[in-house]
């Protein structure tokens, strides 16, 4: 085997290394996601005031009361709610504080992959778990009579693969999950 081929066959599972540890159910959240909040463990007339729903800010936070601006945006659902009882712990507010944190449905489901090139529907593919590479493309529409698929390019967080789809449909298991906000760009 080639250096080349060593070197592509190491993005692609790195590539699939990455997308099966962000495949467990939780995405991180970002800008203008909304959570609803749920918190036990305190006194029952601060509840009310707590618990909610929240829209995380453009800096990525979201405003509790007594600990101010918490970090949100990046974060999954499940470490956004230890890092809150941990910050009431830390501030000595609540001794044992119970949090759920859950993505507001619409949120979930505007997550976003894009699929552009030599594609019967170019634009954006609502992302959802399980998603692949081919499933998003199919989705689109299709590859056109003009696409190399071959040439095909993924990139996720600014950095761009380059996977051959002839070798994925023939071989189904190797197809790619995708994660939101990835980008899939098949040259005409």
């Keep these: 085997m080639n250096l080349r081929k060593i070197i592509i066959a190491l993005a692609v599972f790195g590539l699939v290394l990455a997308a099966a540890n962000a495949q467990n159910g939780e995405l991180a959240l970002k800008a203008n996601d909304r959570v609803?909040?749920?918190?036990?463990?305190?006194p029952d007339s601060e509840v009310a005031q707590i618990k909610g729903i929240?829209?995380?800010?453009?800096?990525g936070t979201i405003n509790l009361l007594y600990i101010g601006e918490v970090r949100a945006a990046g974060l999954k659902p499940s470490s956004l709610q230890r890092s809150i009882e941990q910050t009431y712990k830390d501030r000595e507010i609540y001794t044992r504080p119970t949090v759920t944190v859950s993505i507001d449905g619409d949120a979930a489901t505007a997550r976003m992959v894009y699929v552009i090139g030599g594609i019967k529907?170019?634009?954006?593919?609502?992302?959802?778990?399980?998603?692949?590479?081919?499933?998003?493309?199919?989705?689109?529409?299709?590859?056109?009579?003009?696409?190399?698929?071959?040439?095909?390019?993924?990139?996720?967080?600014?950095?761009?693969?380059?996977?051959?789809?002839k070798d994925i449909s023939s071989d189904p298991r190797r197809d790619i999950p995708l994660q939101p906000e990835d980008q899939i760009i098949v040259p005409e």
């Design 36 to 42: 609803t909040l749920s918190i036990g463990g305190i």
């Design 121 to 165: 529907g170019n634009g954006t593919v609502p992302y959802n778990a399980g998603m692949t590479v081919l499933k998003a493309i199919s989705a689109a529409g299709g590859w056109t009579a003009f696409a190399k698929p071959h040439k095909t390019k993924l990139i996720r967080n600014g950095v761009a693969t380059e996977i051959n789809l």
């Design 54 to 59: 929240y829209t995380v800010s453009d800096a």
